[in-house]
């Protein structure tokens, strides 16, 4: 067989022979075998068969090797990890599952001494995933146990106080979450949630930003809070006035801030 010349870059286009080769195994459910056969990822495979139309016979008959390989892997193995080693589509592999009855093999192994341990200390400082890769369960499967066992994550930040809750009352309608955020000393997350439990509101009345001085519409920006003619604020179309909150040099401003930061977090 001709092979494929390799290019440093990635994967070059498909040969003559192995797109023969594609039309003659695709469609007897071999994706895998052509992916061994011609060194291409599986993916690659269904990609290009897909491209080009193909589509497996569903009635392609399971080889006894295939049964048996599925009846080794269902006990431990999810749909889509099994169709990749089989070879074969998620659906097929479902539909073939059930015809074996497999469904009703499959049980889940049950947490040790050991493990509910071990979760148990790792549950308040740790995300589910990370506990998951370490105990070697799926985090679905960790979130259910910790559920079950009542564990909660440890509060990093303690309630909030009368004081801080006032101060969010008083500062919100004329700060940003971020603002706020910082000066109180909590996550903006925490911030922004929290807000939107206590139902806050910002009083933005078109009269209170708007006004009119010798012909020029002027717009008040919620930035520097000065009064600033139209046409300094960039446009917004999804705003009632169709302009931005903050005048340009705060817009400008602004997203250097952010790059900065922004410039800074990928440096570390
Ligand atoms: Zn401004």
């Not at 569903?58 to 999810?78: F, G, I, M, Q, T």
């Not at 192994?109 to 549950?123: D, I, V």
């Not at 717009?219 to 600033?228: A, D, N």
Request: proline content about 3%; aromatic content about 8%; charged content about 35%.
């Amino acid at each position: 067989m001709e092979k494929a010349k390799i290019k440093k870059s990635g994967w070059v286009s498909w040969s003559e022979d192995e797109v023969k080769l594609l039309k003659k195994l695709f469609p007897r459910g071999k994706a895998k075998e052509i992916a061994d056969q011609i060194g291409r990822p599986l993916t690659a495979v269904r990609q290009k068969a897909y491209s080009m139309g193909l589509k497996t016979r569903e009635c392609h008959r399971w080889s006894a090797n295939e049964v048996e390989l599925l009846k080794k892997l269902y006990p431990n193995e999810n749909t889509r990890s099994m169709a990749n080693k089989i070879g074969r589509s998620m659906g097929a592999v479902m539909k073939k599952a059930s015809s074996l009855s497999l469904k009703n093999v499959r049980r889940p192994t049950p947490w040790s001494r050991q493990e509910e341990n071990l979760l148990k200390k790792l549950y308040p400082g740790n995300t589910v995933r990370e506990i998951a890769s370490q105990i070697g369960r799926s985090a679905s499967a960790v979130a259910g146990r910790a559920h079950k066992l009542e564990l909660r994550k440890a509060r990093r930040y303690p309630v909030w106080s009368k004081k801080e809750l006032n101060m969010l009352k008083k500062l919100y309608p004329s700060r940003t979450a971020q603002q706020i955020a910082e000066q109180i000393g909590r996550p903006v997350q925490a911030t922004r949630l929290r807000i939107v439990k206590l139902g806050l509101k910002k009083k933005f009345r078109y009269e209170e930003s708007h006004r009119v001085v010798s012909g020029v519409k002027q717009k008040r920006c919620s930035g520097c809070k000065q009064w600033k003619a139209e046409n300094m604020f960039y446009r917004a179309r999804y705003r009632k006035d169709r302009l931005a909150v903050w005048c340009k040099e705060c817009a400008n401003k602004a997203n250097k801030r952010f790059h900065k930061k922004r410039r800074l977090a990928v440096r570390d």
